[in-house]
């Protein structure tokens, strides 16, 4: 089910891709990135819009997060800290050793996200 969800998420990330906004993304940041281009305000609009769909499932919200973070594309990371985040006060100790194993996908700030710790 998560899987699915993860799917829809980015047919609607390639749906409202910008390149130009992409080509100007990547050129801020010194390391080499991958983006769709979307604005915060979309990637806020996209997290709004599946956060029902995984809302009373911290397991579901945690595997969706995981696949987008894993992506290693800049937006889909951050939709899917974005749905974890709303969800944060959930999260116990007992999650950390998972979302630990995150860290290695979390490649420069923009990933970092104070949805989730804050």
Known sequence: MSHEIVAEIRADL??????DHADRAKQYFKEPIETHG??????????KKYYPRVKGDLQKAIDVAQELIASKTLDEAQVGIRILGRMRRHLTPGHFDTLDTWVDHLTNWSKINADLVG
């Open 38 to 47: 979307l604005t915060a305000p979309q990637e806020k609009e996209l997290a």
């Open 14 to 19: 390639n749906r409202m891709a910008n390149p």
